[in-house]
């Protein structure tokens, strides 16, 4: 049973380019969040994903945007890239409504903008 | 709104000696508080989750917290440390009082070190 796969696992972009990048939740699971985690700090939530539309959004710009699929992966869209958007990417899946139940995580894309 | 403070940035414990990671929280209502842990180019692995009932959770690895609502916390502990366990640790919580899926709000993590 394969857990939460993310692709690629490290992605080098310049400023102003833009980046998509993708995860497959653990199999059975219908949720899909995505969260930032910036070197030495904790991962702060982008969105959530589930019946392929956004649920729930932190505080990122309209820049981030994002897609489910009726597979239940999802992807992640960046626009604009600015420096401060390095980072690591992480996909986390879970089952909607199951608020009481660990998230389960993928390994992460490293993202480096230049 | 729901958030979470890891006051130390780094713990050092000598291998063999108890272990504690300090996380506090703040939210509306009741929490779900999860700790996860972290090692390097990997993602978050959970360790355990407090939910309702006894304060004392236990979870994998040896690893347990205590929940203590009056002081809004959720240390992580361990009796016996080991080299292995070095690496960083998450705190994290949910409210239960907001509506809808509410998503996981995490700590800025504590790295911790065994020293042999």
């Known amino acids: 049973d394969a857990g939460v796969t993310q692709s690629p696992t490290h992605l080098i972009k310049t400023r102003g380019q833009q980046v998509t990048l993708r995860c497959s939740p653990k199999s059975g699971h219908d949720t899909v969040s995505w969260y930032q985690q910036a070197l030495g700090q904790g991962p702060q939530f982008i969105f959530q994903?589930?019946?392929?539309?956004?649920?729930q959004r932190g505080n990122f710009p309209d820049r981030f945007s994002g897609h489910q699929f009726p597979n239940y992966s999802s992807e992640l869209n960046v626009n604009a890239l600015l420096l401060g958007d390095s980072a690591l990417y992480l996909c986390a899946s879970s089952l909607k409504g199951r608020i009481n139940e660990k998230l389960f995580f993928g390994s992460g894309t490293q993202l480096s903008v230049l | 709104a729901q958030s979470v403070a890891q006051p130390e940035d780094q713990v050092n414990v000598a291998e063999g000696n108890p272990l504690t990671v300090k996380c506090t929280y703040s939210v509306s209502g009741n929490p779900y508080l999860f700790w996860y842990v972290q090692y390097p180019n990997r993602g978050l692995q959970f360790l355990l989750k407090?939910?309702?009932?006894?304060?004392l959770v236990k979870g994998s690895y040896g690893f347990e917290a205590e929940f203590n609502k009056s002081q809004t916390s959720f240390h992580l502990k361990k009796p016996s440390a080991l080299v292995s366990d070095s690496a960083l640790y998450f705190c994290a919580v949910r409210d239960t009082l907001l509506p809808g899926n509410t998503p996981l709000v995490f700590g800025k993590g504590t790295r911790l070190s065994v020293i042999a």
């Open positions: 407090y939910i309702t009932g006894d304060n």
């Open positions: 994903y589930y019946e392929e539309e956004e649920r």
